[in-house]
Nanobody, 126 residues
Framework: VQLQAFGGGLVQAGGSLRLSCAASGRPFSIYPMAWFRQAPGKEREFVAA?????????DFADSVKGRATISRDDARNTLYLQINKLKPEDSARYYC???????????????????WGQGTQVTVSS
């Protein structure tokens, strides 16, 4: 699967952003998907994941729980992440990824994901 993330930008603390990830190349609906982020000098960290199929379950990192929503539109082969009440510590490059196994369970481990987008930069000013 080829993935392209977009929607990042510069936003003030307290604001919101909606990131999108367009997929192509293989069936999209059968793969669990996730968002990760990486700030300079830090390891890539899990943000959110959504299972495959209609009505899929989702999982969130504690750092964004209650502020983030992950969703997917399988008809449009697109994954979304919305984060509200943004904080400066949310600043990072955000990556979307597909699990390496179709029909699998979501995971918070980057090594379980096979296909990655190029990322989109989110910068939150205080």
């Amino acid at each position: 699967v080829q993935l392209q993330a977009f929607g990042g930008g510069l936003v003030q603390a307290g604001g919101s952003l909606r990131l999108s990830c367009a997929a192509s190349g293989r069936p999209f609906s059968i793969y669990p998907m996730a968002w990760f982020r990486q700030a300079p000098g830090k390891e890539r960290e899990f943000v959110a994941a959504i299972s495959w199929g209609i009505g899929g379950t989702s999982d969130f990192a504690d750092s964004v729980k209650g502020r983030a929503t992950i969703s997917r539109d399988d008809a449009r082969n697109t994954l979304y992440l919305q984060i509200n009440k943004l904080k400066p510590e949310d600043s990072a490059r955000y990556y979307c990824a597909t699990l390496g196994v179709p029909y699998g369970d979501t995971s918070s481990r980057p090594t379980d994901y096979r296909d990655w987008g190029q990322g989109t930069q989110v910068t939150v000013s205080s």
